[in-house]
């Protein structure tokens, strides 16, 4: 199952849970109540946006050979420069 994290502005808390990709949370009290953690003072009603992160990274130089550059020098069809 995906992991997310959800921010509130209320609160400035960030919180990570799991979900399916279909589910989006959208307060305090869902959040808390997916997350097992007591809501403290802020209320259940507050609102909550999933915040976007960098996903996972997959190394691709290591999976393809670098592509040449290109410009001046990396192509030189595309410059004066004879290689």
Same mark, same amino acid.
């Given at each position: 199952m995906p992991t997310y994290d959800y921010h509130c502005e209320q609160n400035s808390q960030t919180v990570t849970v799991q979900?399916?990709?279909k589910e989006k949370l959208q307060t305090w009290g869902e959040?808390?109540?997916r997350a097992g953690i007591e *809501?403290?003072?802020t209320p259940a009603t507050a609102?909550?946006?999933r915040v976007i992160s960098g996903g996972i990274a997959l190394p691709i130089a290591t999976q393809?050979?670098?592509l *040449?550059?290109?410009g001046c020098c990396g192509s030189p069809s595309s410059c004066g420069h004879s290689h």
């Open positions: 979900h399916s990709m959040l808390c109540q *809501p403290g003072k609102t909550v946006e393809a050979p670098a *040449p550059m290109a």
